[in-house]
């Protein structure tokens, strides 16, 4: 177990609706990083959040969007649903400012958009 | 050309052989590289994490990394079933996010 949590499991939505997924970062570190993983290929960078702040966005559309709460968990944000969206939501914990920073994965959120 | 690549396999290996999984990866100036383990329908596990050019073992598994080459590779020995799963080479990028490749799956049978 690497303390990260995710909630929901698993999601259901139609096309158009908005969804919110949440992450509950590992003791002690203060960035969060979603990637979302469609089937049979590897994770992809959403975002990252350090401090509160967004620190890196990766090639998704303004539809996506999160937070990072003080106590550093987060929520990432997707607004008018597409087909597409159907994939593996993951977020992962990570020390930024130690250098070398591993990241640790939670279990992940399976969202599916019908 | 991709950023980081794998060949997808399947790798299939017998139980107690080695397996040898591959990366490659294009951007000369990564210096942090690791790999995890993803079982069917679970998130990525972290195995390990290597920096410096060389191997580093870690009980049945060994990574090894050649930046000259832009080589990563993981050997298992000892391959058990419980093994079988896709294997996720990652590099982290100067912005801090990881690049994936696409995985490649390993069958250990029995």
């Known amino acids: 177990e690497t303390g990260v949590t995710q909630s929901p499991t698993h999601l259901i939505k139609t096309r158009g609706q908005q969804v919110t997924l949440r992450c509950s970062s590992q003791?002690?570190?203060?960035?969060v990083s979603w990637y979302q993983q469609a089937l049979g290929q590897g994770p992809q960078f959403i975002f990252q959040?350090?401090?509160?702040?967004?620190?890196g966005r990766g090639n998704f559309p303004p539809r996506f969007s999160g937070l990072q709460f003080p106590n550093y968990s987060s929520e990432l944000n997707v607004n008018a649903l597409e087909l597409d969206d159907s994939a593996l939501y993951l977020c992962?914990?990570?020390?930024?400012?130690?250098?070398?920073?591993?990241?640790?994965f939670g279990p992940g959120t399976r969202l599916l958009v019908l | 050309q991709k950023e980081v690549e794998q060949n997808s396999g399947p790798l299939s290996v017998p139980e107690g052989a080695i397996a040898s999984l591959n990366c490659t990866y294009s951007d000369r100036g990564s210096q942090s590289f690791f790999w995890y383990r993803q079982y069917s329908g679970k998130s990525p596990e972290l195995i390990m994490s290597i920096y410096s050019n060389g191997d580093k073992e870690d009980g049945r598994f060994t990574a090894q990394l050649n930046k000259a080459s832009q080589y990563v590779s993981l050997l298992i020995r000892d391959s058990q079933p419980s093994d079988s799963a896709t294997y996720l080479c990652a590099l982290l990028s100067n912005t801090g996010k990881l690049i994936f490749g696409q995985g490649t799956t390993l069958q250990v049978k029995p």
């Open positions: 003791s002690g570190h203060n960035t």
């Open positions: 992962a914990s990570s020390r930024t400012g130690r250098g070398q920073e591993t990241q640790y």
């Open positions: 959040y350090y401090r509160e702040e967004e620190n």
